[in-house]
């Protein structure tokens, strides 16, 4: 296959373990939207799965970083490898039946190949992860005490006490009420807004410096979604940790992320601040996306949606992945669109704001067209 | 003025919860519904929104009577088919349809989606032997899928096409009323739109009117002309499309409103008034005295809990506009208007 992603192969290679403060800071400095030093570096992470169908590029060449206290957002929709990153993040693939290459370093310390019982320390210690399901993520038969002390004591030597006690005030910290009599209940006790709480309250009693956030309030109601999207922004203000949030709602994006990433079949194809990628997007798909939800403030016109289907992952097309859905695609010259992948570029030639797309003039074409019609 | 085509006048439907047996035992239901009442005009589209247990599944599902209502009348073109038998009610089955929220499920995955959207045809005898094909590759071909599809599988189609083959199934009998029971909200964004934009036409084009149930506001705001917001059973407001988005009355609107993720903010709108809730929706086993809302609410006072609020039109509403509530006043700020 054509890969070319943004960074070389071979530079991964030698980052494996600890390349140089100076082509770390360069390499970091490049990638990251801010400018801050990041907490979370994924460089030119693949994620394949063999199947006996052939082998699912279920990502590829992706690369990101996120600092302390910032909260990058993960968008696409289902298939596009968001959550098969993160979990690749909090090395949650079954080793046996996964390939990842690439380099994920969390505070300097490169991850990938690190072996189970070391990646056991660090997960759920200096990293967790709050899930989509708090229905199907907290076990059934603990009570949710239980469970946040198991959490706690695996990461610190201390008695049964002190970890219900630290256990008592993280709940209270989320918003439990009643945290002393929540703590003996089970979670079948709990709404689904409140056990998405004692989630939370779980993930964070180790005070992780990195959360991965897998669409938090998707099975949740509206109401209970802003009291949630509300929970983690304090928090993070409080806690000062890095946010990976993954989520298909642009709409939770805009109120949540300072970054921005959107994937598509694998790859990421635009990745900026989140002002630069939702206010100045510079990539078909992202505009593709941002015309087809009816959003609260919009006006009733016709939704312009993207035709078609994803690619299969077991066949990516050659060129770009997105050019068969592309209107844009003869606007480039030749067929550059079907014949070559598009690198992850700078919109504006320099800037830490990237796409994925061989169009030339992309500015001119979302102001001119696209942005009159989102209003 | 168009005809009415569908009223529905304080349903109820109240489920039976079996309790420990103690001593003395109290009968406990659940109170899904509990007095709704609205009217569909032909052609029109009604929205009920709300989050989930507020009734507004399981009122569209005694709408096409998939439930018998506990009480109340749900009168189409003038009779009532609230209590109707199973045979007396067939002729009606076949002008109100239904499309699921979840096209894995609704689809019987061992059936042929010829055999899926002909059984309706067959039933209702509505084509002559040997012309099922034809009319169902009309369908397919309406409903935005490939004619020779007709002989696969629902396994061998994405989610979005599967909603399609359930919206080719429901409309298989020429229905006046179609009830779509949260049709997007198991698609991806670019593909809820596609279906967004079918529902549209076939609205449009057919004449079809549409009781749509949805919890995302953006979705009803963009298709219905006319909605209802229900809580724990009961509709709260109910007005005409922009009455409802730019004028809120009750509470329990503005804050949902308020509560949606929106893309307006970020496009350099100043960020929209905060209402949060607090808590959970109450038990519908035991709803709160008086008003429904009123654990949730910040303005409840004393009155709330002792009389329950009527949905009357408030002295300072326009016109068709009503609300449930002792407070209800216009909030018109809570949206960035981007239009």
């Known amino acids: ?375 | 003025m168009s005809e009415t085509l569908l009223q529905v006048r304080d349903l109820k439907m109240h489920f039976p919860i079996k309790e420990a047996a103690g001593l003395g035992r109290t009968k406990k239901v659940v109170q899904a519904v509990d007095g709704v009442s609205f009217e569909l005009k032909a052609g029109a589209s009604l929205g009920l929104v709300g989050e989930s247990g507020c009734g507004k599944s399981t009122t569209g599902r005694m709408i096409t009577r998939l439930l018998t209502p506990t009480a109340g009348e749900i009168v189409f073109k003038g009779t009532d088919i609230a209590q109707l038998k199973e045979r007396e009610l067939r002729p009606f089955r076949r002008q109100l349809q239904i499309v699921f929220q979840d096209p894995y499920s609704s689809l019987n995955p061992r059936q042929t989606v010829s055999n899926i959207i002909s059984t309706p045809l067959r039933v209702h005898n509505l084509v002559k032997k040997g012309q099922e094909l034809a009319r169902v590759q009309e369908l397919l071909e309406r409903v935005g899928l490939n004619p020779e599809h007709h002989n696969r599988y629902p396994n061998e189609f994405s989610g979005g096409q599967r909603q399609r083959i359930g919206i080719a199934r429901a409309l298989a009998v020429e229905p006046e009323v179609i009830i779509a029971d949260e049709p997007v909200s198991a698609l991806d964004v670019s593909i809820q739109a596609q279906v967004m934009n079918l529902l549209e036409d076939l609205r449009k084009d057919l004449g079809i009117a549409f009781v749509f149930i949805a919890h995302d506001l953006g979705v009803v705001r963009h298709f219905c002309d006319e909605v209802a917001v229900m809580y724990l059973g009961k509709i709260v407001e109910q007005g005409s499309r922009d009455q409802i988005y730019n004028a809120p009355q009750h509470p329990y609107t503005q804050a949902l409103l308020s509560a949606a993720p929106d893309l307006g903010t970020i496009r350099g709108v100043p960020p929209k008034e905060r209402i949060r809730l607090v808590g959970d929706v109450p038990s519908p086993i035991d709803p709160p005295s008086g008003c429904r809302f009123r654990t949730r609410c910040w303005k409840a006072e004393d009155i709330c809990a002792t009389q329950e609020p009527l949905l009357e039109i408030k002295p300072q509403s326009t016109q068709g506009h009503t609300a449930a509530c002792h407070f209800a006043e216009p909030k018109v700020d809570l949206i960035a208007e981007t239009a």
């Open chain 1, 1 to 375: 296959m054509a890969e070319s992603a943004a960074t070389p192969a071979d530079a991964t290679a030698d980052a494996q373990r600890g390349p140089s403060v100076a082509t770390r800071e360069r390499r970091q400095g490049s990638i990251n939207p801010s400018g801050e030093t990041p907490y979370l570096v994924v460089e030119d992470l693949a994620v394949k799965f063999p199947t006996a169908d052939g082998l699912v590029s279920a990502v590829n060449g992706l690369s990101y970083s996120v600092p302390l206290g910032r909260t990058l957002a993960i968008v696409g929709e289902s298939g596009s490898g968001k959550s098969v990153s993160s979990m690749a993040v909090m090395g949650l693939h079954d080793r046996k039946r996964t390939r990842i290459t690439g380099s994920i370093r969390l505070g300097g310390d490169e991850l990938v190949g690190l072996p189970e019982n070391e990646l056991m320390k660090i997960r759920g210690d200096a990293m967790s992860m709050v899930f989509q399901d708090p229905q199907s993520s907290l076990h059934p038969l603990y009570t949710i005490g239980n469970q946040l002390v198991e959490a706690y004591r695996v990461h610190h030597k201390v008695s049964k006490d002190v970890a219900k006690k630290r256990s008592l005030e993280m709940l209270d910290l989320v918003g439990i009420p009643n945290p002393a009599r929540r703590f003996s209940q089970y979670p079948h006790e709990f709404s689904g807004g409140m056990r998405q709480r004692a989630m939370i309250a779980m993930s964070l009693i180790n005070d992780p410096k990195l959360v991965i956030a897998d669409e938090p309030t998707t099975a949740l109601d509206v109401t209970v979604q802003a009291q949630i999207l509300d929970l983690l922004n304090n928090l993070q203000k409080e806690f000062g940790s890095a946010i990976v949030l993954i989520t298909h709602d642009l709409g939770v994006v805009a109120e949540m992320a300072d970054d921005v990433l959107v994937m598509y079949a694998g790859r990421c194809v635009e990745y900026g601040t989140a002002e630069d990628v939702l206010a100045n997007p510079r990539m078909p798909y992202t505009w593709g996306l941002l015309e087809s939800i009816p959003t609260v403030s919009a006006a009733n016109e016709r939704l312009r949606p993207i035709k078609g289907l994803p690619p299969s992952l077991l066949n990516l097309p050659q060129g770009c992945s997105f050019s068969a859905r592309c209107p844009y695609v003869d606007r480039v010259k030749g067929e550059l669109c079907t014949t070559q992948l598009p690198d992850l570029l700078p919109v504006d030639g320099a800037g830490a704001h990237t796409s994925r797309c061989h169009l030339h003039d992309k500015a001119s074409i979302y102001e001119t067209e696209i942005a009159p019609r989102l209003g």
